[in-house]
């Protein structure tokens, strides 16, 4: 396992890497999206396809940064319009000509696709994918309509809130690629949606009183997002490190944090077991690589809505409260975070969350830095060590199920640190979580017939142990949590009985709190397993010189 200054100081080729998989585009500019899919009919046509987009494909070089003083030597590229990035699943790797021999290295739940594996995610729940996925993402047998190609184009913004105009023009740039293989190319339409041709994506948006629109780091049930991603070894600059890793990479057993190993993200590198994983031959076409779990997720947010305020009714009858302080302590018992990302850890009550916004609406008038950076560290910089009958944060909170820390550590009640173990045993669970919201949900909705969720991409090394773990395990049942079969209760499956406990303070004498009937809350509308290849492979695919030898 790579130590804390060890993995401080890893060096990775950003220029052969795209872009993706280190930058999470949302939060540095781009809140726009659109995700293109392809079928290769004709191997010959796709790689020259390839061959004309790959010149686009934004790599993980840097971008000149206007709050730092460049370094001498530094290597940036140029801040795109649009960041484009392109992955592959294995039958479009067969499609692309890439050998039997070199695709046999590939680990089988890629191989299998992630529709043959719905009854192991949970996705045929509440109705089979048959009937709730998007038309594109069922190929029914016929050869011309399997996905092969994800093309996903990241934009930055207009004032107005529009996209900026470079997000159509590679679109039409594609479809005119596309369209002059003569059908050795399909663009794959079908997606639910304004547009059947592509998947169009947007962060939600504020308007202002001039006209202008902000772009929120908001998803749609109302809580703050995108917080919390793994940090890995090589992922930063070496002076951004240290605080970076801070509650975000790997807890230490003398409660240091340290990045993760880059090989639990990055094919080609050592892991958390110091291993380096078997991966397709040659080295070259996987080295840098990784692959992703695409996942559309429709949120139900009237049902979230009515749920909430139903539950919150008896809530306030027992914890003797007002409504709405019961329905945002409801909402912050459920995800383990207030919806402005403050964690139940911190603020574990109304009362101690309304002292920490206090806080920083306070340090904020004053241009207290320092204290606003303190706040800012804190959403992250947490265990669960000093919560071990989870009354501050419930057990089976989708926070602790998604990240369980220090959770899991056996001897994690023991007085004594030299036998503390840390998140070891979360270590090789950890997911980056990438994509941005689509659709609108009106907050007078009275149904969720209408278009609106997140396209999450799940960017991890091994989509068995990490992604599909996390899912299966941790998402759709309970044990782990002494939480019985209880799911999630945002993302999990929730029959009839679906529940969720909110466990007791033993030095309070307030009693738990069993929420009921928990309607279900997100269901999948499609997605897939892709391969997301190093700048190296891919031209290496784009020339059709795989040599697995």
């Known amino acids: ?45 796709g790689r020259t396809l390839l061959d004309l987009v790959r010149p686009y494909v934004t790599t ?39 050998p039997i021999r070199s695709l046999r290295g590939m680990p089988d739940e890629f191989i299998d696709g992630m529709p043959a594996r719905a009854d192991i995610l949970g996705d045929n729940f509440p109705k089979p994918i048959e009937q709730a996925w998007d038309e594109v993402w069922l190929w029914r047998e016929d050869p011309k309509r399997r996905v092969h190609v994800l093309v996903t184009l990241n934009a930055q913004m207009n004032p ?40 169009d994506l947007s962060a939600l948006l504020e308007r202002q009183a001039d006209g202008t629109a902000q772009p929120l780091p908001t998803e749609h049930f109302g809580f703050l997002d995108a917080i919390g991603d793994p940090v890995f070894a090589g992922q930063h600059e070496a002076s ?45 076409f996987s080295r840098n690589g990784t692959f992703i779990a695409y996942r559309k997720l429709h949120q139900n947010v009237a049902a979230f809505r009515d749920a909430i305020d139903r539950m919150a009714v008896a809530f306030a009858g ?25 964690p139940l850890i911190q603020a574990p009550d109304y009362a101690a969350w309304q002292a920490v916004r206090q806080r920083r609406a306070e340090a904020a008038r004053q241009g207290d830095a320092a204290t606003l950076a303190a706040l800012d560290r804190a959403l992250v910089d947490f265990t669960f060590r000093d919560d071990p ?21 056996p001897l994690l009640a023991s007085p004594d640190p030299k036998q503390w173990n840390g998140s070891v045993l979360n270590n090789r669970r950890r997911i980056l979580r ?15 017939d209408a278009e609106h969720g997140i396209v999450l991409l799940a960017t991890c090394a091994s989509l068995f142990r990490q992604f599909e773990f996390v899912q299966q395990q941790w998402m759709q049942y309970g044990l782990d949590f002494n939480a019985g079969n209880d799911t999630c209760p945002i993302i999990g499956n929730h029959g009839e009985a679906a529940k969720f406990v909110i466990a007791a303070d033993p030095a309070g004498d307030k009693p738990p709190f069993i929420c009921d009937r928990l309607p279900q ?7 897939e397993y892709f391969f997301v290849p190093s700048m190296t492979a891919l031209r290496m695919i784009a020339a059709g010189i795989v040599d697995p030898t």
């Open 240 to 284: 951004k490190m240290a605080e970076r890793v801070r509650g975000q990479g790997k807890l230490l057993p003398d409660q240091r944090w340290a990045p993760l190993a880059t090989g639990e993200f990055l094919l080609g590198h050592p892991d958390e077991s110091q291993e380096i994983a078997g991966a397709p031959m040659p080295l070259d």
């Open 318 to 342: 027992v914890m003797q409260m007002p409504h709405h302080e019961a329905c945002e302590t409801l909402r912050a018992k459920i995800a383990g975070r207030w919806s402005d990302r403050v």
């Open 434 to 448: 990438r994509g941005l919201p689509y659709g609108a949900a009106p907050p007078d909705a009275t149904g969720d």
């Open 521 to 527: 809350f997100v269901e999948t509308r499609g997605g």
């Open 160 to 199: 107005d809130g529009t996209p900026v105009a470079e997000l159509d023009a590679l679109t039409r740039l594609i479809e005119g690629h596309v369209a002059a293989t003569q059908g050795g190319v399909l663009l794959l339409s079908g997606h639910r949606g304004a547009d059947p041709r592509w998947q």
């Open 389 to 409: 009958h989870g009354a501050k944060c419930p057990f089976g909170s989708h926070l602790r199920r998604s990240n369980t820390r220090d959770m899991m550590d």
């Open 1 to 45: 396992m790579l130590s804390g200054e060890a993995g401080m100081g890893v060096q990775l080729d950003l220029a052969d890497i795209q872009g993706n998989v280190l930058t999470a585009y949302g939060k540095l500019g781009f809140p726009k999206g659109r995700c293109l899919l392809l079928n290769i009919v004709d191997g010959r046509a």
């Open 60 to 98: 993980a070089l840097r971008w000149p940064s206007t709050k730092d003083a460049p370094k001498p030597g530094a290597v940036f590229q140029k801040r795109p319009q649009v960041a484009v990035n392109l992955a592959f699943t294995f039958w479009g790797l067969l499609a692309l000509g890439v």
